[in-house]
């Protein structure tokens, strides 16, 4: 989703309307150790700055537990086949979005706000957060220029992480936008435009040397962070869930997808390069581009196609660890019946599910899922509650047959007392009973599947004695 400002930081919704390296012709399943012997190579990896023209600067809190406790607690998030999995055990995510935790933890009169909507997040079973780890030039900019960083700004989002590990939450971090909304793409090519790089389009943020330049290092200040409060580097923290490389990439210059092709194969390379511990994922909406043209039909406009992004070829990249998907019917289909957008609902999970299974062969999570309540909309709180009964039924088919729809992030949670951020789509739980309660539920059938050796006990592992009738009730109809 776009962002924009606190009068224009806070969000609103608006939509609608590089060199292809030798690893791309490996097998996915070498990913892990591809990188590990380049990193021991030497030759190709390196995690120091990136040079770029111009003059630049490199870039007590509250208890949580150990390293080593979180670590024997939950460890890292791996994927297995078209599963998450944290030690061999399968990850279904029920999440949320909340995009600003970061801005308002800068404020010590707005900081509880990130303690609160963890905790009334947690209160309903909510295991990953999507947040912005990015905040280019501009108001409480995390990087005010290329390298150069805030340092309350970035303790700000230390303290995120801490709250976030201390309420069992895991993170999905954002590096960018494709958006202007905390500076964005534009922010990177005005500062390269400004140190005299000749770049006209906001798309040369995909191709543009000096440009790349910056956001790598980008990528390298955010993994190598050493968080104030906890004292674990970013890279080894397994609050983190997956590094996300862009919100909602586009390139519109170049529909046929080539431009931000090369560009992710870049920067996944420049993520696995100096953290293959964590898992990566591009940030796209899902739509379906010319190597799928039989897919095609599935998007849900013409535009959507030419938009220079792919959902299946984007996937294939080596260092790609998952697929990313939104949903966003009421924008997308605007003026169509609720019917008419339910039925669009069921059509883009299903396929995109089933490609990430068959083509793939990889977990999918459709990382934001929302409709507005505003006035113009065709939705409501009632019907919104039907919206996502029904992304939530998607998501349970795929989890009784071990599937790839691995979980779905609602867009977005609010805390009391931020409504003037609201942009329709934000839901107070405290506020929102049904909601809270459709939630819950599905956060605890979630959790009767984590918490066993479900999918390896059905097909016969001598474990079957731990499974409960909770355990059996996952698999009928009644989900």
Known sequence: MVATTMATIFREKTRGSGKVSLIHFLARGFAVAATIFLLADGRHAHVEYVEVPGDHTPAQGPEVPSSEAIDGQWGMVKTKGSQFVVRDRPFYVNGFNTYWLMILAVDPSTRGKVTEVFRQAAAVGLTVCRTWGFNDGGWRALQKSPSVYDEDVFKALDFVVSEARKYRIRLILSLSNNWDGYGGKAQYVKWARDAGANVTSDDDFFSDQTVKCYFKNHIMN???????????????????????????????????????????????????????????????????????????????????????????????????????????PDTWLSGATLEMQLKFVQSWMQAHIADAEGELGMPVLFTEFGVSTKARSAFNATSRDRFIQAVYGELLGSTRHGGAGAGGLLWQVFPEGTDYMDDGYGVVLPRAAATAGIMSAHSKKLQTFNSRCVWSCRWGCKKREEQSEDVDLLFNDEL
């Open 222 to 328: 955010m993994l190598t962070r050493v968080n104030t409060y906890t004292n674990v580097m970013y890279k080894d923290d397994p609050t983190i869930f997956a590094w996300e490389l862009m919100n909602e990439p586009r390139c519109t210059s170049d529909p046929t997808g080539n431009k931000l092709q090369a560009w992710i194969q870049e920067m996944a390379f420049q993520v696995k390069s100096i953290d293959p511990g964590h898992l990566l994922e591009v940030g796209t909406e899902g739509f379906y581009g010319p190597s799928s043209s039989a897919r095609m039909q599935t998007n849900p406009n013409t535009f959507a196609g030419k938009t220079g992004t792919d959902f299946i070829r984007n996937h294939r990249i080596l260092g790609i660890d998952f697929a990313s998907v939104h949903v966003y």
